[in-house]
């Protein structure tokens, strides 16, 4: 059974920082890409970051320099580290898990984590 659990969502204050962290179970996770989303109220659901299964990432122009994704293939874990956070990063942030073979795409998404950002 597949399951991405994300965990380390909570209230931060504005300029602090907080750690996700989803921890992958059911599926190979060394040989999926995986990614960060966040939605909001009444917005869309958007990519934050995201990290090949090789390690290359690549972030939001909204959270450059402020959040790192990472990864722990013996572990099954993805993490993300964000600093210097403002009060529009506030949002559900979900853990997913993508992978394209033969032109098919094979993918599962986390439950979400919600992140509130208040003084």
């Known amino acids: 059974q597949v399951q991405l659990v994300e965990s380390g969502g909570g209230l931060v204050q504005p300029g602090g920082s907080l750690r996700l962290s989803c921890a992958a179970s059911?599926?190979?996770?060394?040989?999926?890409?995986m990614s960060w989303y966040r939605q909001a109220p009444g917005k869309e659901r958007e990519l934050v970051a995201g990290i090949t299964n090789y390690g290359a990432t690549n972030y939001a122009d909204s959270v450059k320099g402020r959040f790192t994704i990472s990864r722990d293939n013996a572990k099954n874990l993805v993490h993300l580290q964000m600093n210097s956070v403002k009060p529009e990063d506030a949002a559900v942030y979900y853990c997913y898990a993508s992978r394209l073979r033969a032109g098919v795409r094979y993918d599962y998404w986390g439950q979400g984590t919600q992140v509130t950002v208040s003084s």
């Open positions: 059911g599926f190979t996770f060394s040989i999926y890409d």
